[in-house]
């Protein structure tokens, strides 16, 4: 029987897949693509380098952009040289100008196959910087699937001066951490004149709106020394390794948080 002219599978009906009611679909294809992708490169677990798009190279009173690129050359020959290439953990950020590009400059010294790079389409600011491959490279819509693919890879996070953007995932990741949601890991405030000035934890403390002890789940460093030594020493695996080598839970065991 001859298919009626102009009939459109559901699967290929774009008005549909775009419409509100395909929503679900569009947010699964942003777990399912990038988990798929992410195995295939082998990808396994990351340093994140969070920080502003703005900051330009040969800024004062401290030149950011040159600092971020020195500490992510750091870490590239560190894992090169002491990891199998299976193993190596990748440099991760949201693919864009400024600190992100840095980082992945530095990267790119030692194999620009550590770069991974988790962009947004936004309507300023944010493209992708050319030293991401772009079969390394990820296209987000929703903030929230992009969030979750930096923090279930991430084995250490380096957070440079920022705005808001810097800051949301500063704080979504403190969240985590405090509430056992993801796997703990070195969090490092880059520049601690900047980080002291912008938020004050001790008040936090002061005034009983966090513990004592949440002041441990992230350092303030000032170097790229200081930075380096933190995350060569202190990096572990991922949140998704863990959650993989779990074994299957046994039919009728609690479920466990996370």
Not at 64 to 85: G, I, N, Q, S
Not at 105 to 110: C, K, L, M, P, S
Not at 188 to 212: A, H, P
Request: hydrophobic residues 40%; glycine residues 8%.
């Amino acid at each position: 029987m001859k298919k009626p002219s102009g009939t459109i599978k559901a699967y290929d009906n774009r008005e549909f897949l775009h419409s509100d009611g395909a929503r679900v679909l569009r947010i699964q294809t942003e777990y399912m693509e990038p988990d798929q992708r992410l195995q295939r490169l082998g990808v396994k677990h990351t340093v994140i380098f969070f920080g502003s798009a703005r900051i330009q190279p040969g800024g004062r009173p401290r030149d950011w952009y040159a600092e971020a690129a020195a500490l992510a050359e750091r870490v590239a020959r560190w894992t090169v040289d002491t990891h199998a290439p299976a193993e190596r953990y990748r440099i991760c950020t949201g693919g864009g100008p400024g600190i992100m590009q840095a980082a992945h400059e530095g990267a790119a010294r030692v194999d620009a196959a550590l770069n991974i790079g988790f962009n947004i389409s936004l309507p300023f600011e944010q493209h992708l910087n050319p030293c991401v491959r772009p079969d390394h490279a990820f296209e987000f819509h929703y903030f929230f699937m992009r969030k979750f693919w930096f923090v279930n890879l991430a084995a250490a996070a380096v957070i440079f001066p920022g705005g808001f953007g810097t800051l949301d995932e500063l704080f979504e990741l403190l969240t985590l951490t405090q509430t056992g949601k993801s796997a703990p890991m070195p969090i490092l405030l880059y520049g601690r004149q900047f980080w002291t000035k912008v938020v004050n934890f001790k008040l936090l403390v002061e005034q009983g709106l966090i513990s004592v002890e949440d002041l441990d789940s992230f350092t303030i460093v000032d170097s790229v020394e200081e930075a380096y030594a933190a995350i060569s020493g202190g990096v572990g695996q991922s949140h998704s390794e863990i959650a993989r080598a779990q074994p299957p839970r046994k039919k009728g065991a609690r479920r466990r948080a996370g």
